[in-house]
């Protein structure tokens, strides 16, 4: 079961950070809280029936603004979420930014399986799910850190405790609420976005077809800029405070949601230049805030358009997207975002 969490506000205070501490209250309620033991928690999460897949975005600010939480770099802020011991089949999963536009609704920041009190860096823009069960936590994107450095979704072994009736269970959408009850209204209610990527080895595959000139594309959507529907761990076990240099690779292809090859796309003439692939090693340094901890994401930035074009006297429709690449030092980078990723 997923559901999707309500805010509710019972009055807290923030630090900067994003990491683990221990969980020192024995509520049985998602709470935002404003310090490191999870007191003082004026947000707290409650469910609003089953819902899913539809996805509760909240606007930081709405939630967090006027009550004493300290703000993040990014525009959102550092609260602590206090985590009560969820059951055994079941996560909570923190993702922001957070949009229906995206993937999922958003880039999944936290996955929690265990008693915590979690310190958060919430984007402008941020959702909470709760799941329990293989298959719609999986759906509901509860991740892991794979060894091969890649945040990937959770496999069956990751419930060892369920049986194989129980694997399909349940969740849905959290709200949030303040103490006396008063429901916090989202800044979006809707379904999240399908899977907009072809992956590359497919993409490349496929036969060179006779395309036209002359992109055709949505009103609203001739260019625009999202995150990347995959993230890349670049480094891992990181405490804060401090910095610390990635030096890690990058790396990010074009995507697209036609089943057509990177030539195809480019005979479109979209409108602004395409990269096929771009592999990226030069150094980042980045902050780690006091009380961090975890693992660090990548997720490229990506430029994309959304219309119609013809090939071969067939008309396709879907969407282009072409990683961001920006000058640092003189040098052809990667755009994208960095951020601690907790698993626990």
Aim: net charge negative.
């Amino acid at each position: 079961m997923i559901r999707t969490g309500i805010l509710f506000n019972t009055g807290i205070l923030a630090l900067p950070g994003g990491g683990l501490v221990q969980a020192q209250s024995d509520e049985s309620i998602f709470k935002f809280c404003k310090k490191g033991d999870c007191t003082d928690c004026p947000v707290g999460l409650t469910t609003a029936g089953t819902g899913y897949p539809k996805c509760v975005i909240y606007n930081s600010d709405d939630v967090f603004r006027g009550l004493e939480f300290e703000p993040s770099e990014g525009g959102g802020y550092h609260p602590y979420l206090n985590i009560p011991q969820p059951d055994p089949t079941c996560r909570i999963i923190v993702k922001s930014p957070a949009n229906t536009d995206m993937l999922g609704c958003g880039a999944v920041m936290a996955s929690f399986s265990n008693r915590q009190c979690a310190v958060l860096n919430i984007d402008q823009t941020f959702m909470v799910q709760f799941c329990c069960g293989f298959d719609d936590c999986r759906a509901a994107g509860a991740v892991k850190v794979r060894r091969d450095g890649i945040v990937g979704p959770v496999e069956p072994s990751d419930f060892p405790t369920l049986s194989p009736h129980a694997k399909r269970s349940s969740g849905g959408v959290v709200m949030l609420q303040y103490p006396n009850g008063t429901i916090i209204q989202p800044l979006q209610v809707g379904p999240p976005a399908g899977l907009k990527t072809v992956k590359k080895s497919i993409a490349q595959s496929l036969k060179k077809r006779s395309c036209d000139a002359g992109w055709e594309p949505v009103e609203g959507k001739e260019d625009y800029t999202r995150p990347a529907d995959n993230t890349q761990i670049v480094a891992r076990e990181v405490t804060g405070p401090g910095e610390i240099t990635i030096a890690e690779t990058r790396e990010q292809s074009f995507t697209t949601t036609m089943n057509l090859g990177f030539a195809d796309i480019v005979s479109f003439g979209i409108g602004f230049e395409m990269t096929e692939s771009k592999s990226d090693s030069s150094e980042h340094k980045m902050s780690i805030g006091e009380g961090q901890s975890g693992s660090v994401g990548f997720t490229s930035h990506m430029r994309c358009s959304e219309g119609r074009g013809h090939c071969d006297g067939e008309e396709f429709n879907g969407e282009v997207c072409t990683p961001v690449i920006i000058k640092q030092n003189g040098k052809d980078t990667i755009d994208g975002r960095y951020q601690v990723i907790i698993n626990s």
